[in-house]
Nanobody, 122 residues
Framework: QVQLVESGGGLVQAGDSLRLSCAASGRTFRSSSMGWFRQVPGKEREFVAT????????YYEDSVKGRFTISRDNAKNTVYLQIISLKPEDTAVYYCAASTGAYWRTADYDSWGQGTQVTVSS
């Protein structure tokens, strides 16, 4: 298992930018696919973005393309989610996740952080 700790969430205004971070420890980070997911109360957790172990390939949910950028720094065991032009509908708890499977297989993510709240006011 890999242990994951998210940070960087908060209360922001529509149009602002934010960078979420996820620090990993435990299972070899460099060989893990990493992802960001989000959840709104009363709804299923949904996939946002994933990245392969080397960082060379990414996969995004259609509605966030162009505003969300996932990246990773394997030297720092950290994965990031840069969000620009935030919208109120981006309000959610954002979770970092890890997988030993292919980065695009969103159902295979099996290690989760505790989440970080992002609230976007209009």
């Amino acid at each position: 298992q890999v242990q994951l700790v998210e940070s960087g969430g908060g209360l922001v205004q529509a149009g602002d930018s934010l960078r979420l971070s996820c620090a990993a420890s435990g299972r070899t980070f460099r060989s893990s696919s990493m992802g960001w997911f989000r959840q709104v109360p009363g709804k299923e957790r949904e996939f946002v973005a994933t990245i392969n172990p080397s960082g060379g390939r990414t996969y995004y949910e259609d509605s966030v393309k162009g505003r969300f950028t996932i990246s990773r720094d394997n030297a720092k065991n950290t994965v990031y989610l840069q969000i620009i032009s935030l919208k109120p509908e981006d309000t959610a708890v954002y979770y970092c996740a890890a997988s030993t499977g292919a980065y695009w297989r969103t159902a295979d993510y099996d290690s989760w952080g505790q989440g970080t709240q992002v609230t976007v006011s209009s």
